[in-house]
Nanobody, 123 residues
Framework: QVQLVESGGGFVQAGGSLRLSCAASGLTFRIYKMGWFRQAPGKEREFAAAMSWTGSYTYYADSVKGRFTISRDSAKNMVYLQMNSLKPEDTAVYYC????????????????WGQGTQVTVSS
């Protein structure tokens, strides 16, 4: 059974940083593309960042480019999202997702999802 468990969310002031973690189990992690998506209150879920299974390619939404960094540790079956210079508009529930063949930005192609972790950024 595949499980993705996010952690690291919380409350932070604008300009601050948070590091989200996603622990994966029940899959051959090293061959899965990994993505981070987010859903703000009253809005649809959107793409934030993704990484190829090799780690060679990374993808970012324009809104987070230069501020967020996705990384993975295949030895630990972990994926991370380092979020710096946080803004109030980054407030959302952040979800980790995994798939072998999904186009990185296409949330509808990801088969596995975590339960989400809340990030709240105050102004």
């Amino acid at each position: 059974q595949v499980q993705l468990v996010e952690s690291g969310g919380g409350f932070v002031q604008a300009g601050g940083s948070l590091r989200l973690s996603c622990a994966a189990s029940g899959l051959t992690f090293r061959i899965y593309k990994m993505g981070w998506f987010r859903q703000a209150p009253g809005k649809e879920r959107e793409f934030a960042a993704a990484m190829s299974w090799t780690g060679s390619y990374t993808y970012y939404a324009d809104s987070v480019k230069g501020r967020f960094t996705i990384s993975r540790d295949s030895a630990k079956n972990m994926v991370y999202l380092q979020m710096n210079s946080l803004k109030p508009e980054d407030t959302a529930v952040y979800y980790c997702a995994a798939d072998r063949t999904a186009k990185p930005l296409n949330q509808w192609q990801y088969a596995y999802w975590g339960q989400g972790t809340q990030v709240t950024v105050s102004s």
